[in-house]
């Protein structure tokens, strides 16, 4: 018997990278899993690439950043699978969109971007699922959110500020559902290694690892570990929380 067994997740952008990898924990853990991509194709292969140990696993294609496509999204999934029980909110990286550089050379019609899909998006998501979770006394909201949320990191100071913000609702969301069966928790990431691989920059890789005590960079399936606990049952007593996954960084250093 896995620990999710009869429950049902849905994991935003999960159709590679660190979404995938929580994706695979919670199927694995017996949950049924609706993969969200703004890519119905990457959600398809991801879908066909998680194995359920118990649940079922569907694709979900549609886009966060929209509350009509959130709103029917979530429809869908809660027709093929049930009342949704465990929201992931991983889609945080907006398509195309990079470093935004130094914000004081920032274009200003640019901002929406990071704001839109990481603090409009998540909220759209946890306000669609909450009313049906509350009801049913019993939910679980994970943020995934950065470590570029709590401490200063240049170049991307407009998705640092989108992911303060998701994690500031959150702590206040989690006082008003404290006595409803929902809890709501954020993790915050390190540099992840599937970005890595992007960034191809050695020097630059360098600089990043010497930062990180344990002198890696993290895998998804570590943080989908993580998910799989803050959804069990075990984990009923954490709201409001945020948990760095981070080999070790402390903030402030
Ligand atoms: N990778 C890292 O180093 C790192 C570090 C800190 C935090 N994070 C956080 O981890 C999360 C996942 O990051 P990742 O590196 O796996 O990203 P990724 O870009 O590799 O994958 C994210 C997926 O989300 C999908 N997506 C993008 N916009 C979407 C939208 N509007 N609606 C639905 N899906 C959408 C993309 O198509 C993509 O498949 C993000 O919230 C990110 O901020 C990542």
Known sequence: MGQLDGKIALVTGAGRSVGLGIAQELAEAGASVAVNDLHPDRAEAA??????AGGRVIAAAFDVASLAAVRAGVARVESQLGP???????????EGIGATGPFVDSD??????????????????????LPGMAQRKWGRVIQISSGAGSRGVPQVSIYSAAKAGIEGLLRSVAIEMAQSGVTLNAIALGLMANTAERIGDSAYLQRIFSTIPMGRLGQPREIGACVVWL??????????????INGGTVHGR
């Open 231 to 244: 959804a069990s049952e075990k984990a009923g007593y954490v709201t409001g929380q945020t948990i760095h």
């Open 47 to 52: 879908r066909n690439q998680i194995k359920p």
């Open 84 to 94: 949704i029980d465990i929201l992931v909110n991983n889609a945080g990286i907006p």
């Open 108 to 129: 200003p019609a640019q901002w929406h971007h990071n704001i839109d899909l990481n603090l409009y998006g998540s909220m759209y998501c946890i306000r669609t699922v």
